[in-house]
């Protein structure tokens, strides 16, 4: 029997805790961009703050005109995936508006933020391609020593960094002040913090083990145990652990890479902590098709978890076939509840496709059917408070120290596995450039410096 999943008002966070904001000395900015995708809170936002003057038209001759209002600071929010990064990326270029130095007169805004409700930063890299076996087996004899943390692989040149673009523009626009809502990525926050763009990366996860634990998903009838779908959930794992009380299971995603020239495979291995006879809160930052959630669940399952619940931060819900991955999740008696947020809407209006929940029909009472589906936990509450608290705030620190628990420190993943473990795995090292027609040419002075011993 599966408990019944209703949204609960949070008491982690208050609207009305929040001190008065000069609407003269702090105002907010809601983008073309945003307002296609969240309508209904940019009306919000719109009557909670004060909206600075922003009029985008065009000279006779087509170019830009943009007239811009002033304020000591301004908060933009942003949402920022594949079907609307065309807008919003013209969007933040426009921003640039705000902060450009008038000569003798300065900057019309002297401190922009903005919060990212949503930014797809899982191209923070170019993607790597694994090496044929015979290479990595070449590669590992010729080392000066064993090094079990070392797996070679190849960088493909032609591809670029999404987000380092992205972090090029927010220079261009002048912002100072990045917050990130579920980032995906440790590496794209170090990348902001390198350009000189202050970060604090928030999570809603703690709003969602509010919502479980006031819906009796987590009664005390079994242990609960904390896990991420794969390394990159590691940090929000282990700080939900540590707050929460669960205990702490570690899913490794990775590919088996063969040496007989038959292609890899990728798997998911439960490779710390126990989940026998246990509840499993399994996090994930997103659902893109839902292959890694299943491949999870699957794996916990095997390793005699009792029941698991999936909650997912950002609904992506990519490609074709996320609905019958879902389903197929979904009717599985053993998960309890698949949950995500509205971070990402489903309407997508402007040049994407609408999306839906995934349901199934199971019997209920008197014989008839009942809907089975992912809950969406909404959060435009949250959001706006977090609007609230940065225009108050216009430093990093400031909105970290007034956010608190919802505050996610990020980092290397492979360093938090060892800090917990006391072992290593083996962390991707770039030896080759990827080339066209699929070669693989080697760096030979990254390959040079691992003939050489180890410091010691």
């Excluded at 020593?145 to 002048?174: C, H, N, Y």
Aim: glycine share 6%; net charge neutral; charged share 25%.
């Amino acid at each position: 029997m599966r408990a019944e999943f209703r949204q609960r008002k949070s008491n982690l966070f208050d609207q009305k805790s929040l001190p008065p904001i000069d609407g003269d000395e702090a105002k907010i900015h809601i983008p073309w961009s945003f307002r296609a995708f969240k309508p209904d809170l940019s009306r919000r936002l719109r009557k909670l703050y004060s909206p600075i003057r922003f009029h985008s038209a065009e000279f006779p001759s087509g170019m830009p005109l943009i007239l811009t209002g002033k304020a000591n600071r301004v908060v933009a929010p942003l949402v920022m995936d594949g079907e609307n990064v065309t807008d919003a990326t013209q969007d933040l270029f426009e921003m640039a508006a705000f902060t450009q130095v008038r000569k003798n007169l300065g900057p019309n805004v002297e401190s922009l933020s903005v919060l990212g409700v949503f930014n797809d930063e899982r191209q923070d890299n170019p993607s790597v391609k694994e090496l044929p076996g015979e290479m990595i087996a070449a590669i590992l004899s010729d080392m000066a020593e064993v090094r079990e943390e070392f797996m070679p692989v190849s960088l493909v040149s032609a591809q670029s960094s999404w987000t380092l673009s992205t972090v090029d523009l927010m220079k261009i626009a002048g912002v100072k002040t990045y917050v990130a809502v579920d980032r995906h990525s440790y590496k794209a926050a170090e990348q902001y913090e390198a350009a000189g763009i202050e970060t604090v990366n928030l999570t809603t996860a703690k709003l969602m083990v509010e919502n479980l634990r006031k819906n009796l998903f987590l009664k005390e009838n079994l242990k609960t145990v904390i896990a991420g779908v794969d390394f990159g959930n590691l940090a929000l794992a282990k700080k939900l652990s540590e707050e929460e009380g669960f205990d702490l299971a570690i899913i490794r995603k990775h590919r088996i890479a063969t040496l007989d020239g038959t292609p890899s495979k990728t798997v998911h291995e439960l490779v710390y902590g126990d989940v026998r006879g246990k509840r499993v809160l399994l996090m994930d930052d997103m659902i893109g098709s839902g292959g890694t959630i299943f491949n999870t669940v699957d794996e916990l399952l095997k390793n005699g978890a009792a029941e698991v619940i999936v909650c997912a931060s950002q609904a992506v819900f990519a490609g074709k076939e996320y609905y019958a991955k879902l389903q197929e999740i979904l009717k599985n008696d053993k998960v309890k509840l698949v949950m995500t947020s509205d971070t990402l809407p489903l309407e997508r209006p402007t040049r994407g496709k609408d999306r839906s929940l995934p349901y199934i029909l199971v019997p209920g009472g008197n014989g008839r059917l009942q809907k089975r589906e992912v809950a969406m936990l909404e959060v435009d509450d949250f959001i706006a408070y977090i609007v609230g608290v940065m225009l108050l705030n216009p430093t990093a620190d400031g909105v970290a120290k007034a956010m608190g628990e919802h505050v996610l420190e990020l980092s290397d993943p492979y360093d938090l596995y060892y800090q917990i473990t006391g072992k290593k795995v083996p962390r991707p090292v770039i030896t080759h450039e990827y080339l066209e027609g699929g070669r693989h040419a080697p760096i030979e002075k990254v390959l040079a410096d691992l003939k050489k011993p180890k410091p010691r």
